[in-house]
């Protein structure tokens, strides 16, 4: 019975050893060697966020779920690991892919319109709209001077329409209610005020 409770103790010490040895061997894989293997995670991000899927319609191979940007991803960082410059990564993925890759087109040569137009187009609305406003407050002191229109073809209707309105303010209307003596409403003839009714 002792031999074999040594024999099974042996065993699980031998089998604690392997396993020991197998998972040291493990994460030794796993971490990454100083020097020339180490990157920063953050410029891998940095630069996955500055290439674009080439696959995926306005989509960065770091927003991207496909396969082609996933290897994107990696050659990126075995890049980094190998010691490239961010610079020297966006090159080789433009020469690769063109300059649609890039996220952002670079500031220099026919670029450089990309990145003026928009100043440009708000620079000119805003002379636009400053010229316009200039323009109006010009006009506006014109017209208070000049007073009302005069035009001798338009005086007899003119005088038309005033005496249509004084026609007008002058009667009462139909079915309005009256308090005055005397008033007369063209369906019901006279009528007397409320006092003189009742008397």
Known sequence: MLVSKTGFLLAALLLCAVLSVVQLGTLHAQTPQPGAGSFSEKEAQ???????????????????????????????????????????????????YGQDILGAPP????????????????????????????????????????????????????????????????EPRLGAPSNHLGTTDELSGPKLADSEEKT
Do not use: H
């Not at 187009?121 to 406003?133: K, R, T």
């Not at 000049?146 to 005088?159: H, M, N, R």
């Open 46 to 96: 940095g630069i996955d966020r500055m290439i674009m899927c080439p696959v995926c319609p306005a989509e960065t191979i770091d927003q991207a779920q496909v396969e082609i940007a996933r290897q994107m991803r990696q050659m990126v960082r075995a890049m980094l690991a190998e010691g490239k410059e961010r610079q020297e990564i966006l090159e080789f993925f433009v020469d690769r």
């Open 107 to 170: 500031k220099s040569g026919i670029n450089l319109v990309a990145w003026l137009a928009p100043i440009g187009g708000v620079a000119a609305a805003l002379l636009a709209v400053y010229f316009v406003l200039r323009s109006m407050a010009r006009r506006e002191p014109l017209l208070a001077l000049s007073g009302p229109i005069q035009d001798v073809g338009l005086l007899p209707y003119l005088q038309l329409v005033d005496r249509y309105l004084d026609m007008t303010r002058s």
